[in-house]
Every structure is written in structure tokens, then in C-alpha cells.
């Protein structure tokens, strides 16, 4: 009995606790904002005892108003409260009689009088929408953004009587995007840490914690409410400039210019980078250069030469449209409705006379916002929508684009038919009859979404190595074709879809993807086999099969990112909590060999967009075709446009662009060592991006007497009855040599092998027939001295060195003379010796009875002079993230 009475003590304390220190709050002010402040102090414990608000407008209340209603909660509204500078008696008698300890101002249009202001026991706190003292006044957030600011934020203040000059009780700030609007900021920002500051604030006052700090007078800044008047845009500055001017002014009250003929307004504005698209001019009064309307929007000129898109353009009548369609505005087709339709525009219209109450009837010339509809009405119409049509996914600019009921019942049935989806990919295919099949290849760049020329429009023959004819030409990707993959990449990781997408969405399209190159794995097969030279069946089970695994796995791994908690020293009395967060990086760069082009593909490009990563990816030269098809799945699988992009060329030109790119986070490379040099070397230099490197290898196998000796003898004879042929034939066992150059180069390296004295056993000698065959070759009596014995060939030749029986030291030193360290092997039924190898062989993957075997949870990298960071498994994950600690105090 004890016990229990004990535990129903706790309890009763626990509550007493909870409501120790709480205030009777006065809400003054407005707008969803205030409404979700007043929610959330609520939620807390704190007492709202009354809340003054403006008068209904076009018969409805305001946000604010309608919760407290709701709850039984006093509500007073007063058009104003003073006349001749005195407060209006009923005001300040209603004001006292609710008993305030504190007025609340979230967001408040009207001028409150000093002994409102002053009444309470508390006193007053605003929120203010910037980092006072600059930017005080009516539009602070769009100052913030014209101004160019790389910071925003918002203060709390103490009021008083001047104009946002109140000590600060509170501030919080964050980095201002590069295409941030004001409603940008605002959602991501401003709105959410607003309402969990406000109270946060009233909860150091209620424990007598608040401080009071004066303003600076030092950066103190004061600008007017921005009118549509003075938003026109003067064209004499910088494309930054423009770019803040225009997007300060996003969405309210709008930066217009003249054409030739008429006042035009203009939103979503980005900077662009690379070189000048291709479109229609568009002269701009006062502007120095006309305008370009191009696919992508309407591109401006600043006075530095650099650019700027913007997305929609909006007409004096306030029709919308999409700047792309500046030239084509008059050309909609009105589609006719079915019945069902019908039914459909029935619901919405009531939607509609619902938000517009001040309209007798909503008909198809009612203009949503001429009739008095506001930017929160919109999100209101939006979700109503959604609710009525069965999910109807429509945006905020839908509403904006398409302002009259009529059009905008044009919108929704375009949705609901699918008609507004993106157009079908469209790619020029080159098509070959091969394998019982018609292989339909890509050959252009997969830039933005699009197989386009490169912008020079030069191309190159890619070439088949089993008999040195031209499968076709593949575009040459130039330094502005780069520069255009990594724009694309940068606005879809910084703006587009991507960026905002959920973790398992993300796993949704990989996996989508996975099943895709499946069902497409025997022509992803023979395009590798005619372009790589690589035997079929093998394409078939390894390339393209372990490719398919490899976004399979990495899809899984897409919602199981983590960081972790960290227990630190306390800052007494206050308490304090560390975590980390896994992010991704940005603009990837991936730049992979000719062997095994699918699936070294998959191996970094499948872990670099797991982590969240956008990627620009430069195939070999010589084979860029499953490359391109992959790049024409991903478009199918749905991935947004911009987050792959594929750039046939070469290494010299585009592979080192992508090195220097500023743009570029992180650069993923498999090659030779001196080219993983120099691009670590360029990485360095251009502004140190991450870089992992999986380069040469010379690995070694040691076979132990005490293992299967006579099995791998037996592999020698086998050898000579290789069959050597057309990789699309099923009974070939080795197929060409992928290009003459390489063939050449390993002819050299046999001829090199012998002249320093080793034993040719078998090969070393091109095969007669057209294409690029070589034989299967094995060299004896190799000594450690000898180029063959520290030197990669890369291709068929094996080469054998003899160590005395038992001295494992010794071999292990003839193993690691050298300087790569990629993989090893080593073959015995002594396990203790196994392990003792294993742990002394400098690589960095060892292979033990078994060689070659890798797995896709498994990871892959070298050490030495072979590269750094790893393929494959979870961390391969870790060379596409960056890692963020947080520490905040509570």
C-alpha cells in the first residue's frame, strides 16, 4: 500500500511540475502563422485568454480567429484601436478584461497602442522575419533576398515604441539558397522554426530566463513595403542582382518589365550557368540584350554577360504561363468534358464558392484571386481538391498558372487524363538485327533528361572487336556539354524533385530501375558483347547480372542511412544532446574503364544515388553503348530528369573537365594509376572534392604445395583448348581484345617477358583472323626483377613465378614487391597458414581457395598505388555522404 500511495505521489508531482510554469497568453495578430503558434502554445500548457484578430474579410475569419473560436476561446476584432492616437475605450476594456500576463504578437498588421503593448506583466514579444537589426520593417524577407544576403532568419524582440527596435530576446538563422524565393524560405525556414521559437520563448519568460539584449545600432537597416510600383526591374546590373531582384519579389508584389508591347511580370527564377541555349529572342525595354525563350524558361542577360532563367511570366490580365510558352500563350485547345468530367468541375466549383464566399456564382470567367482569394486560400483549394478528386496530386502554381475557373478546370482534366505528364523520351535509336534480336541503341548525350547532340555536333566511331567494323557513331561530348550534365545535375539536387524525395522513394525507383535492366538483360548483354568484346553468356551472368544485384542491394540500403547519438559533457545546468546526420554530398562525377562497363557502371553510380547524390557519369571511349541504354532505363523508371546524366567522350577533354568542375562534389574513377594521379591531382587544385580511386593491380595468387597442385596444372593444359571465337557464339570461351591499341600494347608486353628471359609456355601472339584476338598466354620461370613480374598487363596473360616449399615469409615479400595492392589469392588446406597470408598481404581484398569471387554486400578497393576508398557493400555508401554534427542545448 506503501508503494502505490508512493506512485500515485509521483504522479500528482509530475503534473504539478508540468503546469509550474505556465503564463495567461494574449494572442494579437493574424494568419496561419499565428494560428499554428497558437496550437503549438497550447499544446505546451501555456493559457490562451484571449485573442484579437483582424475583422472577417469577404464574410471569412481569419485562421487565427477560427481556431480559438473553435475552442471556446475569447475572440475580439477590431478593425483598429486607437483614434487620434488615443485607445479606443471598448478596446482597451475588452483588452483588461481577459487578464493577460503576456501579449504574443506572431504576426500582426495593425499598430497596437503603447499601453496594450506595455499592460501586461510581461510586457510584449514579436516575431520579426530577419536578423535584427537589418531589414526592420514591413518586408523584411524580401529585402533579405533582393539584398543578396547569404543569411536569413528571425528574431524575437521585446516590443517597444519604435519600429522593430525592441531589445532581442531570441534568434535563429539559416543559409539562403542560391534560387530561394520568399516562399522558399519562408516553408522551409521561417514558418516551421518560427512556430517552435515563439514557444520556446514564452517559455524562458514564464521561468524568468528571457533576456533582454539591445539592438546593435551598428548594420541597422529600415526598407519600405514593396510595392508593384517600385518593383520594376533595372537592367543595368549583374545577373545576380537580377536574379535577387527578381526572386525578393516571388510572389508578392512581382519584378515586372516591358516588352514591346506589354507590362509582363516574372517568377521562379534561377542562375544559369554554361553557354548561351538556343531560342527565340524577346526585346526587353531598358535591357541590353533581348531575352531568349527557350525550352527551359525565358533567359535574361545581366551586365556581366552571365545568365539567368526564368519559369513562368505572368500578363497584365494575370493570366500565368510558362515562360518557355511565351510565343505559343494563344494556342490552348480547350478540351471537351465527358459526363464524369462534368461531375467532376461540379465538386471543384462548390470547392471553389466555398473559398469565395463574397461571389453569388462561381462561373468560368470568376478570377480565384480578383474575387478575393489569397496565397493561403490556394493551399486551401489545392487540399480540397485532393481530398474530393481521389488524390489529385496538384501544385500551388497550377492555381497561379490558370486563374480563372474555366482554365483552371482545363488544368485538372489534363491531370486527370494524364495529358500534362512530360513528353514521351524521345531517342534516335541506332538499330541493329544481332543475336536474334533488333538491338535499339542510343547514341547521343543523356544530359537533363534528354539524348541530345553534343553542342559542336561532333561524334566518333565506337568500333566491334571481333572484326574492327563500326557499329556506329556516338556523339563527342565537348567542355560545354559537361558543363551542361553538371548544371542539370546541380538543379536537380539543389531544387528539383530529387532533393525533396523521400529515402524509400528513392529505394522505389532503384528498385524499378533493377527490374528494368532485368527485363532488358540480353540486350544490355549483346550490346556489350559487340561493343566490349565480352563473351555473352558471361555479359549475360556477371556484367549485366550483377549490375541488376547491385542497384537491388543499394536500393535497400536508400531508408537505412543513419547517423548516431553521442553523449558529450553537459554544460551544466543546461543539458545538451549530439547527434550526426548522413547527407549527401551534391554533384557527383563517375568516370569508369572499358572492361566491364555495365557493371562498373552499377557499382558506384547505385551507391551514389542511394546516398541522395546527383551524378554526371563519362563511359570509356571505346564502349559508351550499354552506358546510353542504361541512361534511356533510368528516363523510363522514372527518375527525374537532371539526376543522371551520361557524356560520351573522351578522357582528355571531358574526364578532366569533370576533374576541375567547381561543381563537382565527389569523383568516383577506376582506371590506371598515372591517370588516377593526375585526376587526383586536378580534384585537388579545382576545390578539393572527395575523391575515390580504384586503380591498377598486379595480384598475386600463391598456390601452396600442400593445396589441389594437380587441379591447377590441369588449368595450364586447359588453357590450350580455349575456345577462341565470336562472343556471341555460346561454345566461345574468350573473346576480343577490346581495342588495337590495347592488343598492341599486351603483344609489347609478351615481347618484353621474352626478351628479359622468361618461358613462353602458351600464346603471346595475336590470333589470325579479323578483330582484335589475342591467345590466352602463360610465362614461366618469371623473376621478381622482370617487367612482367611488377607491371599489369590487363589482359590474358598469366604469369608464374616459382617459391621455395615452405618459405612463407619469402613469398609473401615476393607479393608485396610490388606497388599496387588491388586483390590477392592464396590456395591451401592450412588454415592457420591461410589466415597468417591473408593478414600479411598488403591489398585489399584477399581471396582464399577461391579467387575472383566477389559479392555485391561485399566491399572492393585497393591500397597502395591501386587506389583508395571502396565498391560495393555498405561502405561504398560512406564515399557518397558527408557527415554533419549537431549539438544543441535544452
Known sequence: MLWRSGQLLRRFSTARVYYKNKLKLALIGQSLFGQEVYHNLRKQGHRVVGVFTVPDKDGKADPLALAAQKDGIPVFKFPRWRIKDKTIKEVIEAYRSVGAELNVLP???????????????????????????????ASAINWTLIQGDKKAGFSIFWADNGLDTGPLLLQR???????????????????????????????????????????????????????????????????????????????????WAETD????????????????????????????????????????????????VVKNIQ????????ASKYFSKGETCVVELTDEEKKVAQEIKAIWAGILSNVSAVEDSTDFFKSGASSMDVVRLVEGIRQKCGGLQLQNEDVYMATKFGDFI????????????????????????????????????????QFVNAEDGQTYDTINPTDGSTICKVSYASVADVDKAVAAAKDAFENGEWGKMNARERGRLMYRLADLMEENQEELATIEAIDSGAVYTLALKTHIGMSVQTFRYFAGWCDKIQGSTIPINQARPNRNLTFTK?????????????????????????????????????????????????????????????????????????????????????????????????????????????VSLELGGKSPLIIFSDCELDKAVRMVEEIKKMKIGDPLDRATDHGPQNHKAHL?????????????????????????????????????????????????????????????????????????????GLASGVFTRDINK????????????????????????????????????????EEALHEYLKTKAVTLEY
Not at 116 to 125: A, Q
Not at 787 to 810: R, T
Not at 854 to 867: E, I, L, R, W, Y
Request: net charge neutral; proline share 7%; with cysteine.
Open 107 to 137: 504576426f500582426c498588421t495593425q499598430f497596437i497602442p503603447m499601453d496594450i503593448i506595455d499592460g501586461p506583466k510581461h510586457g510584449s514579444i514579436i516575431y520579426h522575419p530577419s536578423i535584427l537589426p537589418r531589414h526592420r520593417g
Open 173 to 255: 538563422e539559416c543559409d539562403v539558397e542560391p534560387n530561394d524565393t520568399v516562399d522558399a524560405l519562408y516553408n522551409r525556414f521561417l514558418f516551421p522554426e518560427g512556430i517552435k521559437a515563439m514557444a520556446e520563448a514564452v517559455q524562458l519568460i514564464a521561468d524568468g530566463k528571457a533576456p533582454r539584449i539591445p539592438q546593435s545600432k551598428e548594420g541597422a537597416t529600415y526598407e519600405g513595403i514593396q510595392k508593384k510600383e517600385n518593383a520594376k526591374i533595372s537592367w543595368d546590373q549583374p545577373a545576380e542582382a537580377l536574379h535577387n531582384w527578381i526572386r525578393g519579389h516571388d510572389k508578392v508584389p512581382g519584378a
Open 261 to 308: 508591347t506589354q507590362v509582363v511580370t516574372f517568377y521562379g527564377s534561377s542562375l544559369l550557368d554554361g553557354s548561351v541555349p538556343p531560342g527565340e529572342p524577346l526585346a526587353i525595354k531598358g535591357a541590353e540584350k533581348p531575352g531568349l525563350v527557350t525550352k527551359n524558361g525565358l533567359v535574361l542577360f545581366g551586365n556581366d554577360g552571365k545568365m539567368l
Open 315 to 322: 500578363f497584365e490580365d494575370g493570366r500565368m504561363i510558362p
Open 410 to 449: 482545363q488544368v485538372v482534366v489534363r491531370k486527370l487524363r494524364g495529358e500534362d505528364q512530360e513528353e514521351e523520351l524521345v531517342v534516335d535509336y541506332v538499330s541493329k538485327d544481332i543475336n536474334n534480336m533488333t538491338l535499339k541503341m542510343p547514341y547521343q548525350c543523356f544530359i537533363n533528361g
Open 582 to 690: 548522413k547527407e549527401p554530398l551534391g554533384v557527383c562525377a563517375i568516370i569508369i574503364p572499358w572492361n566491364y562497363p555495365l557493371m562498373m557502371l552499377a557499382w558506384k553510380s547505385a551507391a551514389c544515388l542511394a546516398a541522395g547524390n546527383t551524378l554526371v557519369l563519362k563511359p570509356a571511349q571505346v564502349t559508351p553503348l550499354t552506358a546510353l541504354k542504361f541512361a534511356e532505363l533510368t528516363a523510363k523508371a522514372g527518375f527525374p530528369k537532371g539526376v543522371i546524366n551520361i557524356i560520351p567522350g573522351s578522357g582528355g577533354l571531358a574526364g578532366q573537365h569533370l576533374s576541375e568542375h567547381p561543381d563537382i562534389r565527389k569523383l568516383g574513377f577506376t582506371g590506371s594509376t598515372a591517370i588516377g594521379k593526375q585526376i587526383m591531382k586536378s580534384c585537388a587544385v579545382s576545390n578539393l572534392k572527395k
Open 744 to 820: 598492341d600494347k599486351l603483344l609489347q608486353y609478351c615481347e618484353m617477358g621474352v626478351k628479359e628471359g622468361a618461358t613462353l609456355v602458351y600464346g603471346g601472339r595475336q590470333v589470325p583472323r579479323p578483330g582484335f584476338f589475342m591467345e590466352p598466354t602463360v610465362f614461366t620461370d618469371v623473376e621478381d626483377h622482370m617487367y612482367l613480374a611488377k607491371e599489369e598487363s590487363f589482359g590474358p596473360i598469366m604469369v608464374i613465378s616459382k617459391f621455395k616449399n615452405g618459405d612463407i615469409d619469402g613469398v609473401l615479400q615476393q607479393a608485396n614487391n610490388t606497388e599496387y
Open 834 to 873: 591461410a589466415m597468417y597470408v591473408s593478414e600479411k598481404l598488403e591489398a585489399g581484398t584477399v581471396f582464399i581457395n577461391t579467387y575472383n569471387k566477389t559479392d555485391v554486400a561485399a566491399p572492393f578497393g585497393g591500397v597502395k598505388q591501386s587506389g583508395f576508398g571502396k565498391d560495393l557493400g
